[in-house]
């Protein structure tokens, strides 16, 4: 590892991620103000997928997004990579306008890799994809993607696996160790690009190898870069998730919070969000935290509704 310390460096990505100078950060206490010695809330941004969760006539232009999130007071936007319309420097352009316009920032992008696969070939072109999806955040002035590790594959449809809460058996003739070996080497070689373009890689306990807290800091702990991090999800931890939130939350620089108004997609979690404050706000968690709604209330009430429980926990 470099000179910058993981947790030198975490304190201060926690405040470009949120916004915020960094002036001043070593003799400030993170979230606390010099002033008046009071913690400030965490901004809370909107993901686009909120508005369309894979339903039929969803599929709102990112501009549309941003303009309807500013409209029902989110500080920011976070962008999912698939519900871009185009990737034209002309419309990367036109949507940091737009945000600007709006007064709102672009905080996040989720992006769609594997690097679960014993073929090399394939994990080069999911490396090579990372690296220009890096290259767009870059463009869009935006800090921070979301990576996935990947999955095996042996569930079938992702209806299956969220069937079997998320569990599939490994490939026939290889370990988790292999898994992991290629997901860290893949990780590995996008980071000169993230370094290069100060967009941070976010690792979300998102299926697959991290779908546990233990293989989400294995992978982050032996990469042991500044530019990996994680990116946490209050929705994929489904069983006890408070104390492996709380595991993870050392390491955390930009959250997802699900709600599940109209009962969830594939499941439904009752998340206690004044706890889960608390959990983040003990380690000093000062980052983004973006709602991802996702459940089958029509979102246009379903997400001020969110909206206003994560006011009242992160505040």
Known sequence: MNSIGRRDFFGGVCGVAAG???AGCSSISKGESSVSGHRR???IALSTYSFWRFKDG????????IDEAAAMGFDGVEILHIQMEKETNEYLQSLKRRALVNGIDLCGM????????????????????????????YKLGIPIIRLNTGRWGTSGSFDELMANRGIEPVLP??????????VIDSIEKCLPAAQKAGVLL??????????????????????DSPWLQVLLDTGNFLEDPYDKLEQCAPYTVFMQAKTYYGGGLWYTLDLDYPRIARIMQKHNFRGWV???FEGNEDYRTAIPKSLTVLRSAFT
């Open 20 to 22: 915020m100078a960094l």
């Open 41 to 43: 809330g965490n901004p």
């Open 58 to 65: 969803l599929k709102l232009p990112i501009e549309q997004c």
């Open 110 to 137: 989720s992006t769609h890799q594997g690097f679960v696969s014993p073929d090399k070939t394939k994990r080069q072109a999911n490396i090579d994809h990372t690296l220009k999806t890096i290259d767009l955040a």
């Open 173 to 182: 003739g290889y370990t988790e160790d292999d898994g992991f070996k290629w």
């Open 202 to 223: 976010g690792l979300e306990n998102h299926w697959g190898l991290a779908r546990t807290a233990e293989g989400l800091l294995r992978i982050v702990k032996a990469v």
């Open 290 to 292: 973006s709602l991802e």
